[in-house]
């Protein structure tokens, strides 16, 4: 299957980034334990360690579903969010975020071989612009897309990589998406957009055994590994 792919069908690039683009180094518990503190959760009690245990179990998921989750009533996953997306922003901004090894250069690499990079993110969209500011990313693609810029479905729904399919008119057809990501959530969003490549990369939240039970077509070591397997030489 890998020798059959080519350029044409797989013009638009999908890319996640915590785990896949960007490594934080654990600022999602981090920030996840500010959030908690705001909402009166004692540290270091059962139901802290099940809350982030719950936070691990679902990285990748859009963070507000995650809160719902936790915290039932709206008006209390809302203020969760508002408290977790302005801790990670302020971590973000104390330069605790960088590159994955080869990411930038796997981006200018697909974008040299014609393909359209999207990067998508879990995270609201004042997080987003915080870590394409802090690495210096902000003209690196073209779109870059939140949930809410979906219709305020994030993973494991499709919606993010249908919408860039939409916004860009790279592919005639979903079949000429690729999608990467670091976690099963990312796998689930790319089966269920039709995409003919979903691969999951081992630099993030989870495993290959994992991603694969989760309809990865291919399990790369990280994100740098992509171009060379869309040419078909990999």
């Not at 997306?85 to 901004?93: F, H, I, R, W």
């Not at 779109?143 to 494991?156: E, K």
């Not at 592919?171 to 269920?192: E, F, K, N």
């Amino acid at each position: 299957m890998v020798n059959e792919l080519s350029t044409h069908r797989t013009g638009l690039v999908v890319l996640d980034m915590a785990g896949t683009t960007v490594a934080d180094g654990g600022l999602v518990e981090q920030a996840f334990a500010a959030a908690a503190r705001e909402l009166g959760v004692e540290p270091d009690s059962a139901d802290h360690a099940a809350k982030l245990e719950y936070v691990r179990a679902t990285m990748g998921e859009s963070k507000i579903s995650v809160f719902r989750h936790l915290f039932g009533e709206e008006a209390l996953a809302q203020q969760a969010n508002v408290a977790f997306e302005k801790a990670y922003g302020t971590l973000v901004d104390g330069g605790r975020i960088a590159p994955i090894a080869g990411a930038r250069e796997a981006v200018e690499e697909l974008q040299e071989d014609g393909r359209t990079v999207v990067l998508t993110t879990g995270f609201a969209r004042v997080t987003q612009d915080a870590i394409l500011d802090a690495l210096g990313w902000r003209d690196l693609v073209g779109l870059t897309l939140c949930p809410a810029d979906a219709g305020g479905r994030g993973r494991p729904y499709p919606d993010m990589v249908l919408s860039a399919f939409l916004r860009t008119g790279a592919v005639d057809g979903v079949q000429g998406i690729a999608v990467a990501g670091d976690t099963v959530y990312d796998m689930l969003s790319g089966v269920r957009s039709g995409a003919s490549v979903v691969a999951g990369v081992l630099t993030g939240a989870h495993g290959g055994t994992e991603l694969r039970e989760a309809g990865a077509t291919h399990v790369l070591g990280s994100v740098a590994e992509l171009p060379a397997l869309l040419r078909g030489d990999g």
